[in-house]
């Protein structure tokens, strides 16, 4: 990890940064093991992520990257990657990202800006998506300081703070394809990935409702045990919808049926509610006690919110109504 005194979210963004470089130690020495989706043991890459989540969002945050990123390359592919490298997905493409390839000798180059970089400060690699000349693709690089230059500025957040995701700036920074135009969302493994993320935001929903239960478990409060009631019915459900799409994505890891989309869309919104009704149910059954007196909590709470606006809530529902309603149109 560079040591460097302006990482965004300061101190927390640095101590994210070293606790993301000591799983990815244990990961490379077998002591922390998430195997790949569709490998048969995909509820226990889920079970990691909520894990991981659970303990810390950030830091959670940039182990899903790294283990997305090593999902990736085996699926498409791509650069083995070594031990000791931390790798990071840097796929947002909002309105007005200027990121491009361009052809370079036998292989390409990135040039411009890239939004939302996870980990920019902590990963030594990336798989980064950019428009080339012949369709949109995605490159393997090494993030090198002096072509891979982190915006300053640019990572303002509160929320996810720690997870260090300022604008990247590319100058001509030697690139590896990975995969064939349009690879990197057409393969299965995009909308098991999904899954992962997803993972996470419930194992952030199991550390914010924490408060809830000793809130409960210290004295009786008919309101406060209705809403623990209702909190844990959601998370349940959350936990079931997450084991069944495991067992789902092992039974057809190469979506052979065609399902992966929707199981995606369905277990992806599920979550987000879920998540998203945990974090006003604790709030309205603890009051402001917790968020301005327990950091661990208010930060997690923080993180949590931030977190699920990687959903793109009703555009996502549109999408999952559109493909069931009409799924000769959304091919």
Request: glycine share 12%; with cysteine.
């Amino acid at each position: 990890m560079r040591s460097d005194a302006s990482v965004p979210g300061g101190a927390a963004g640095r101590e994210t940064g070293a606790r993301f470089a000591s799983v990815v130690e244990d990961i490379d020495a077998g002591r922390s093991v998430f195997p790949l989706p569709g490998s048969g043991r995909t509820a226990e890459r889920l079970s990691a992520l909520r894990a991981a989540a659970e303990d810390d969002l950030c830091v959670a945050r940039l182990v899903e990257g790294h283990v997305d990123a090593l999902a990736i390359l085996a699926e498409l592919g791509g650069p083995r990657p070594r031990a000791g490298q931390r790798w990071a997905v840097w796929a947002a493409q909002p309105p007005g990202t200027t990121l491009e390839a361009v052809r370079s000798g036998d292989g390409w180059a990135l040039t411009g800006r890239k939004p939302y970089c996870s980990g920019a400060h902590a990963c030594t690699h990336a798989l980064v998506t950019a428009p080339a000349p012949d369709g949109p693709r995605l490159f393997a690089v090494a993030v090198d300081p002096l072509v891979c230059v982190p915006v300053e500025g640019t990572w303002q957040a509160v929320g996810m703070a720690g997870s260090d995701s300022p604008d990247v700036s590319f100058e001509h920074a030697p690139a590896t394809a990975v995969g064939g135009v349009d690879a990197y969302v057409r393969r299965p493994g995009f909308q098991h990935g999904g899954i992962g993320v997803a993972a996470c935001w419930y194992g952030g929903a199991l550390a914010v409702a924490r408060p809830l239960r000793e809130a409960a478990a210290r004295r009786s409060a008919p309101h406060a045990d209705a809403h623990l009631g209702a909190a844990d019915v959601q998370l349940h459900a959350a936990g079931a919808v997450l084991d069944r799409a495991a067992a789902e994505i092992d039974d057809d890891p190469s979506d052979k049926a065609g399902g992966a989309r929707v199981r995606s869309l369905r277990v992806r919104a599920l979550v987000e509610s879920v998540c998203s009704d945990v974090l006003t149910r604790v709030g309205r059954a603890t009051g402001a006690g917790p968020l301005c007196h327990d950091p661990r909590h208010a930060r997690a709470a923080a993180d949590l919110a931030v977190y699920l606006r990687q959903h793109h809530a009703e555009r996502d529902l549109a999408g999952l109504g559109a493909l069931l309603a009409r799924p000769q149109d959304t091919r």
